[in-house]
T-cell receptor
Framework: NAGVTQTPKFRVLKTGQSMTLLCAQD?????MYWYRQDPGMGLRLIHY???????AKGEVPDGYNVSRLKKQNFLLGLESAAPSQTSVYFC???????????FGPGTRLTVL | AQSVTQPDIHITVSEGASLELRCNYS??????LFWYVQSPGQGLQLLLK??????LVQGIKGFEAEFKRSQSSFNLRKPSVHWSDAAEYFC??????????FGGGTRVLVKP
């Protein structure tokens, strides 16, 4: 099993550009999450999904959109990137309420 | 709303010395608690978790944590630190919807 994978690993954008981050998991997990990590702030939840076709807002959803068209994939979109979105983005998945969240390796995004 | 506080941003410890990382949480119900470790440039790896039962939890890499409900704490300990333990450590509490709330992290530096 590959676990949780993220594409791409690094990306540099200019302000106003758009992009999509892809998260894939091969553990048949129902729940998937997108976090951003900024120094001193830990990880903050952007959006999450409790199953295929569902999405919900987390703590810091503004400026991001997500989609969960397939159970194994969870996409994070930035429609118009801003420098404040420079961060490291982590995807995670879990199978249920007592299960561990498994994290991907992260995507480092810089917005100039 | 739930919250997690890690009071120490940085800790420096000598190799072979003991380590204790503090974590305080705020959550209305019985908490599910986690400690994750993040090595530089890597994703998060689960060290240990507490759901119920014995309040002293053993994890990987020789770590343990003790849940103290009266103090709303879940401190992480290791009796003898190795240079490879240099990393950032995150405490987290699980809330409704299987969402994790993370503390700000504690960066551990290990002196030779």
């Amino acid at each position: 099993n590959a676990g949780v994978t993220q594409t791409p690993k690094f990306r540099v954008l200019k302000t106003g550009q758009s992009m999509t981050l892809l998260c894939a998991q091969d553990m048949n997990h129902e729940y998937m999450y997108w976090y951003r990590q900024d120094p001193g702030m830990g990880l903050r939840l952007i959006h999450y999904s409790v199953g295929e076709g569902t999405t919900a807002k987390g703590e810091v959803p503004d400026g991001y959109n997500v989609s969960r068209l397939k159970k194994q994939n969870f996409l994070l979109g930035l429609e118009s990137a801003a420098p404040s979105q420079t961060s490291v983005y982590f995807c995670a998945s879990t199978g249920g309420s007592t299960d561990t969240q498994y994290f991907g390796p992260g995507t480092r995004l810089t917005v100039l | 709303a739930q919250s997690v506080t890690q009071p120490d941003i940085h800790i420096t410890v000598s190799e072979g010395a003991s380590l204790e990382l503090r974590c305080n949480y705020s959550y209305g119900a019985t908490p599910y608690l986690f400690w994750y470790v993040q090595s530089p440039g890597q994703g998060l790896q689960l060290l240990l978790k507490y759901f119920s039962g014995d309040t002293l939890v053993q994890g990987i890499k020789g770590f343990e944590a003790e849940f103290k409900r009266s103090q709303s704490s879940f401190n992480l300990r290791k009796p003898s630190v190795h240079w490879s333990d240099a990393a950032e450590y995150f405490c987290a509490v699980k809330a409704a919807g299987n969402k994790l709330t993370f503390g700000g992290g504690t960066r551990v530096l290990v002196k030779p």
